[in-house]
């Protein structure tokens, strides 16, 4: 989302720059946008199809590979049943208008209901309380950050993430503009981050600890009656029940299970209630967390119950030139929730897709069902989701694997055969997610920089392709098929974003000259245009039935009454540490370590650790320690560090690199080592079944 400007050279790129002229990033820029220099030239990243053979792998043509694939695919499906083939869809579809639209495409061909993505390891918990509370699972409410007066940061570190449902390029100044403004910047996180760094105010949360503070806030609102709903009062049911299911939260009561002081949490209350204007905003680490979907439901109820909800200053919905929302809306993708159980461990579906913990169990697990082929397109599980070595074993037994991937990976080596798409440089660019998740409304069209090699592939050409041959080779031919696929082949990914964007909600829709945004006019204006800021939007944009807002949906009160239950549950009495993840600028999930510029200086897959901690243990700075879990255990440097609160211990996700079989020559050098070998994958958010990374009991102790 931040606009770069890159020079080029005789086909080479000179230098690479945070655009000035961008409207929305103004320049700004991380370290990973210089690193797609890398990437693009990467010795190491696929330029062709290869296939696994016994003696290595070899490059094949891409008519081979993909009929191969088809075929393989076919017979797995004949023979045992649609869902026996699985997909695992990543991260980068998201950032990826092609993949991500024609992947629902393949999905549709293969019928299967084995569907796993990155959604289950991230934001689904925030995803489930906006579909239950809002009737739509992509209507997110976005901190209003450029305006609040008060934010209130709950497990999230935009200082190194840039934002995340809450897009914001140039994150850190923004935040300083809200404190210069008078605001206040609240950060709660079992670790003093960078962004905990620059708040007025830091609260060192026991990890897990989100659900309760919420819930105790929520208690001091209603016990003395704060709550104020404004407008918002004439379409939100619910409000007596919130206040029922929060009378055993008192600021007492959830001292221990939050580590913080209840006279902490009752100030925080009366401040969040009585600023002109807040926003409660919950991230990653409210998500992946045993509470996850109560947490996320309780950032939402607070925002709502302090009137801040749709309002300027507090969180709001962006609208950008192709509604996201509307769009998912139209192709019947407003989600749904626990329509079914998944076969192995009974945990639910949401929106048709099961929770990626439990893949493992389901490739593992013999009976009608069982998974025995897959499907990666730009996805890393193996280091990205819980108990990823019992995953990686899982994905050796299968009958057959095809990724699609720009490398040879610690997943997508148990392919049998690799896809590779061509880079993010020689494609064009709309970000159809990011831009509905932006805290201003903009919209930016971006050409391909590079015209791509002749035999390069698109991943949305790739996977119309695997569609179309998948299914003649497994129903034959058929005629509504082959044309569904002939329109979408010649739109492609452009044509269907043009028509979105034409009649979308800043679109001029059917007047061919009528003002507005059109994608031939964003192509003129390759900085990107402004089209100001969110705005109010209730009730008009609810999909709920009657156009209310559902403030204590049943299943999220029944998650909070069991969370009551754990308010009495002793924890850490063993002596054992609790585990969290972190993130880094330099670091993008597991995948941009083969960049020598992102990878190099000094160790940065190293285990924090509070010094008190550390002494207790005889553990001394930049020794080797072993932490283990119950699924497993790694070696790591120490490192001390004040930052982390105390009994909390934190390493970095998305390392553990150097497996055989990869052909990453940078990343190897430094593999350090993969959190989610220590992540448990039986431990899960009980009432959305997304992964509870946070909070994961470990022992630590020196090296023999
Ligand atoms: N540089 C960089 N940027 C990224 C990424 C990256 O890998 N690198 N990844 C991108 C992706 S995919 C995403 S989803 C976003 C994520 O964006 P963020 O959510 O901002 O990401 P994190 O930095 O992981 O922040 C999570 C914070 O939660 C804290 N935490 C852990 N457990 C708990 C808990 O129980 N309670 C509370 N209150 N806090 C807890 C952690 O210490 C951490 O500081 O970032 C995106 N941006
Ligand atoms: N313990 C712990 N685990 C975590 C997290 C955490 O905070 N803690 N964070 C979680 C989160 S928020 C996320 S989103 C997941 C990410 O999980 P994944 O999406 O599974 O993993 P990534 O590391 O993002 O891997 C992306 C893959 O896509 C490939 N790729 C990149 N661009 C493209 C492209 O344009 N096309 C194609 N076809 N391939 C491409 C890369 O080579 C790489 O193999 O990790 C999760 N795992
Ligand atoms: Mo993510």
Same mark, same amino acid.
Request: hydrophobic share 45%; glycine share 10%; net charge positive.
């Given at each position: 989302m931040c606009g770069i400007a890159i020079e080029v050279e005789d086909g080479r790129i000179v230098s690479i720059r945070g655009d000035r002229d961008d409207p929305f990033s103004r320049g700004h820029v991380c370290p990973k946008a210089v690193a797609l220099k890398d990437v693009?030239? &990467?010795?190491?990243?696929?330029?062709?199809? !290869? $296939? $696994?053979?016994? =003696?290595?792998?070899?490059? !094949?043509?891409?008519?081979? %590979?993909? *009929?191969?694939?088809?075929?393989?695919?076919?017979?797995?499906?004949?023979? @045992?049943?649609?869902?026996?083939v699985a997909v695992y869809q990543g991260n980068p579809v998201a950032h990826n208008h092609g993949a991500l639209i024609f992947g629902q495409l393949l999905l549709r061909s293969l019928g299967s209901r084995s569907r796993y993505s990155a959604t289950s390891v991230d934001q689904l918990p925030q995803m489930l309380a906006s579909l239950l509370m809002f009737g739509h699972q992509l209507l997110l409410p976005i901190p209003d950050i450029d305006r609040t007066e008060f934010l209130l940061v709950l497990g999230a570190n935009p200082l190194a993430s840039n934002g995340s449902i809450m897009t914001a390029p140039g994150? #850190?100044?923004?935040?300083?503009?809200?404190?210069?403004?008078?605001?206040?910047?609240?950060?709660?996180?079992?670790?003093?981050?960078?962004?905990?760094?620059?708040?007025?105010?830091?609260?060192?949360? =026991?990890?897990?600890? &989100? +659900?309760?503070?919420? *819930? %105790?806030?929520?208690?001091?609102?209603?016990?003395?009656?704060? /709550?104020?709903?404004?407008?918002? %009062? *004439?379409?939100?049911? *619910?409000? @007596? !029940? /919130?206040?029922?299911?929060?009378?055993?939260? +008192?600021? #007492?009561?959830?001292? +221990?299970?939050?580590?913080l002081e209840a006279a902490t949490i009752r100030a925080l209350a009366r401040d969040f209630a009585c600023a002109p204007s807040a926003a409660a905003y919950g991230r990653v680490g409210v998500c992946a967390q045993e509470y996850g979907g109560v947490a996320s439901w309780l950032v939402n109820v607070l925002n709502v119950v302090t009137g801040n909800l749709d309002r300027p200053g507090g969180v709001m919905f962006p609208r950008p030139a192709v509604d996201a929302v509307a769009f998912a809306d139209r192709i019947g993708q407003r989600g749904h929730f626990d329509k079914g159980r998944s076969r192995v461990r009974g945990l639910p579906e949401f929106s048709g897709e099961w929770p990626v913990a439990t893949l493992a169990e389901e490739i593992e697990t013999p009976g009608p069902g069982q998974v025995r082929a897959l499907i990666t397109s730009a996805g890393n599980p193996v280091l990205s989701t819980p108990n990823g070595a019992r995953l990686d074993r899982a994905l050796a037994r299968l009958e057959f694997m095809v990724s699609i991937d720009l490398y040879r990976n610690e997943t997508t080596r148990h392919a049998h055969l690799i896809l590779p798409p061509t880079s993010g440089l020689e494609r064009p660019h709309y970000d159809l997610v990011f831009h509905a998740l932006a805290v201003r409304n903009t919209a930016k069209y971006s050409p391909a920089l590079f015209e791509p090699p002749p035999a390069a592939r698109h991943d949305w050409e790739i996977l119309l392709d695997l569609a179309a041959r998948l299914e003649v080779a497994r129903d034959g031919p058929s005629l509504k098929g082959r044309l569904t696929r002939a329109v979408f082949r010649s739109l492609g990914p452009e044509g269907i974003i043009g028509l979105l964007m034409r009649f979308g909600p800043h679109g001029p829709g059917l007047l061919p000259f009528g003002r507005g945004i059109t994608l031939g006019r964003l192509r003129k204006r390759p900085h990107g245009v402004d089209l100001g800021p969110l705005e109010p939007s209730l009730p008009g944009r609810l999909y709920t039935r009657a156009k209310r807002i559902d403030l204590a949906p049943a299943r999220l009160v029944e998650g909070l009454q069991r969370a009551v239950l754990a308010l009495s549950e002793a924890r850490g009495a063993n002596g054992s540490l609790e585990l969290i993840g972190r993130r880094e600028l330099r670091s993008n999930n597991s995948w941009m370590h083969n960049c020598e510029r992102l990878v190099k200086g000094r160790d940065r897959c190293t285990l924090l650790m509070n010094p008190g901690d550390a002494q207790r243990r005889g553990l001394a700075g930049g020794q080797r320690v072993r932490v283990a879990s119950r699924v497993g255990s790694v070696e790591a440097a120490l490192e001390v560090s004040e930052a982390m609160r105390p009994g909390v211990v934190s390493l970095p996700h998305g390392w553990g690199h150097g497996r055989e079989g990869t052909s990453l020559q940078v990343a190897n050098a430094v593999p350090g080592v993969s959190l989610n070998d220590l992540t448990d994958e039986l431990r899960v958010d009980s009432l959305s079944g997304n992964a509870a990374f946070s909070g994961v009991p470990v022992d630590v102790t020196a090296t023999g």
């Open positions: 693009h030239e &990467d010795p190491d990243r696929l330029r062709r199809p !290869v $296939r $696994r053979t016994s =003696r290595g792998w070899s490059e !094949v043509g891409w008519d081979e %590979a993909l *009929g191969e694939a088809a075929e393989r695919l076919a017979a797995v499906q004949n023979a @045992h049943g649609k869902n026996a994150v #850190e100044k923004r935040l300083k503009a809200l404190r210069a403004r008078g605001g206040r910047l609240v950060v709660a996180d079992p670790r003093r981050t960078e962004t905990a760094a620059l708040a007025d105010q830091y609260l060192p949360i =026991r990890p897990g600890g &989100d +659900a309760f503070l919420l *819930g %105790a806030m929520l208690h001091v609102l209603f016990a003395e009656e704060r /709550v104020r709903l404004g407008r918002l %009062a *004439g379409f939100t049911d *619910g409000l @007596h !029940v /919130v206040a029922d299911a929060v009378r055993s939260f +008192a600021p #007492e009561a959830v001292s +221990a299970r939050t580590g």
